[in-house]
């Protein structure tokens, strides 16, 4: 299995661009979470997707961050404009929902994407 | 809502010291626990994981971590560091069997930086 793939692993651009981040899940799985992880708030959960549907976008900063995941392969996060405060590493990860009492949710990480807002 | 706690922030040991880091997490009902390591530069990697049964789990590259209950306590822990054991360390909890259709959240402590000097 190719484990979550991101893309792009660096990304570089100026303070009002519009910055879109990758994320393909692992193969079979039906729940994926955005994540940021900066030195000074550590990791985050911005929003996560069951079965394709948003399920908690609480932890998205604001309005300028919007998620979508239009199938089950894929999922985009963008930052519209984007601020040198959003620099960050950008983690995807995803997870087999199971239910009942014995169910796990392990969550995969994927390599992340390295953002820089000049 | 749950909580972790990773009390130590960064530690530092010699090659061939033993380590244990110390979570705490705060959930009133049935909890999976992971620890995640993340190597410099890299992206976060399952380490072991409890659900059930034997609460001394093994992960691999010989660490290990014990589930105390009455302590809401999940410390990991290896006998002998080596150099390449320098990485940061997440502990993190979902809940377990919960109804609704959504997924559950993982709650990441604040991870504990480990340098272990050659």
């Known amino acids: 299995d190719a484990g979550v793939i991101q893309s792009p692993r660096h990304e570089v651009t100026e303070m009002g661009q519009e910055v879109t981040l990758r994320c393909k899940p692992i193969s079979g799985h039906n729940s994926l979470f955005w994540y940021r992880q900066t030195m000074m708030r550590g990791l985050e959960l911005l929003i996560y997707?069951?079965?394709?549907?948003?399920?908690?976008d609480s932890g998205m900063p604001e309005d300028r961050f919007s998620a979508k995941m239009p199938n089950a392969s894929f999922s985009t996060l963008k930052i519209q404009p984007s601020e040198p405060r959003d620099s960050a590493v950008y983690f995807c990860?995803?997870?087999?929902?199971?239910?009942?009492?014995?169910?796990?949710?392990?969550?995969?990480f994927g390599p992340g994407t390295r953002l820089t807002v000049l | 809502a749950q909580s972790v706690s990773q009390h130590n922030h960064h530690v530092i040991l010699s090659e061939a010291a033993s380590l244990e880091l110390g979570c705490n997490y705060s959930?009133?009902?049935?909890?999976?626990l992971f620890w995640y390591v993340q190597y410099p530069g890299q992206h976060l990697q399952l380490l072991l994981k409890y659900f059930s049964g034997d609460p001394l789990v093994k992960g691999i590259k010989g660490f290990e971590a014990e589930f105390i209950k009455s302590k809401f306590s999940f410390n990991l822990r290896k006998p002998s560091v080596q150099w390449s054991d320098t990485a940061e360390y997440f502990c993190?909890?979902?809940?377990?069997?919960?109804?609704?259709?959504?997924?559950?959240?993982?709650?990441f402590g604040s991870g504990t930086q480990l340098t272990v000097l050659p």
């Open positions: 959930y009133g009902g049935t909890v999976n």
């Open positions: 990860a995803s997870s087999q929902r199971t239910s009942g009492a014995q169910s796990t949710d392990t969550q995969y």
């Open positions: 993190a909890v979902n809940a377990k069997g919960r109804s609704s259709g959504s997924a559950r959240q993982l709650t």
């Open positions: 997707f069951n079965n394709n549907v948003p399920i908690d």
